[in-house]
């Protein structure tokens, strides 16, 4: 079965600074992974998706993700934080089925952005 | 471009009770999935529709829960005998199912549901 860590419940840093949101994956297949954002009393919006494609995958709002799979790795950046930036984010894989896609999450990294 | 809603947003009930929440997905996706997220977790899979048909249910589907997809449009999710433990927020998603795990899920709003 697949699986999600998020390293780090809660990371914070100033306005302007790097954002680095870490996840690791296990899958006993080929991955695709996902990172969402979730805001207050919202449902989750799609950032990135890795699909076997480019290993650096752009998103929306500036982020972007490394697939690494030496390290089973699918880190989250951004290079200059804005206070907007400030809400939940989520890594997930897919879960083979028979053609379909279930998503497991992992636990959810708060981001707090300070001025 | 109508997303995905779901209805009502919020819904306080006592132990015991009956509950029954509505999702609307993207009119055009025919594959459907419910997801339900608590405190401090990521959401976790409950249950899958293709078009009508419910292909997959999660372990969490305990039988006080059921699903129904009629006519492959809305969907209900329904809980009956309500416990404190299934307060929670429920998820609702949809693709098109045209990228097989590819497929980028687009999700509702959510109902949070408290269980008094």
């Known amino acids: 079965a697949q699986s999600v860590t998020q390293l780090g419940s809660h990371v914070s840093v100033s306005e302007g600074a790097l954002v680095l949101l870490r996840c690791n994956y296990s899958s006993s297949v080929p991955p695709y992974l996902f990172w969402y954002v979730q805001y207050p009393n919202q449902g989750l919006q799609l950032l990135l998706k890795?699909?076997?494609?480019?290993?650096l995958v752009k998103g929306i709002n500036g982020f972007e993700a490394e697939f690494k799979k030496s390290e089973t790795s699918f880190h989250l950046t951004k290079p200059s934080a804005h206070m907007s930036d400030a809400a939940e984010y989520f890594c997930a894989v897919s879960d083979s089925g028979s053609g379909y896609s279930t998503l497991t999450f992992g636990k959810g990294t708060m981001l707090l952005v300070s001025p | 471009d109508t997303g995905v809603s779901q209805d009502p947003r919020h819904k306080i009930t006592k132990r015991g009770q009956n509950v029954t929440f509505r999702c609307d997905p993207i009119s055009e996706h025919n594959r459907l999935y419910w997801y339900r997220q608590t405190l401090g977790q990521g959401p976790e899979f409950l249950t899958y529709f293709q078009n009508e048909a419910q292909l997959e249910k999660s372990r969490l589907l305990s039988d006080r829960f059921s699903a129904e997809r009629p006519k492959g449009s809305f969907s209900t999710l329904e809980i009956q005998r309500t416990e404190q433990g299934d307060s929670a927020m429920y998820l609702c998603?949809?693709?098109?199912?045209?990228?097989?795990?590819?497929?980028?899920?687009?999700f509702g709003p959510g109902t949070r549901l408290t269980v008094l």
């Open positions: 890795y699909t076997s494609a480019a290993t």
């Open positions: 998603a949809s693709t098109t199912g045209t990228s097989g795990r590819a497929d980028t899920q687009y």
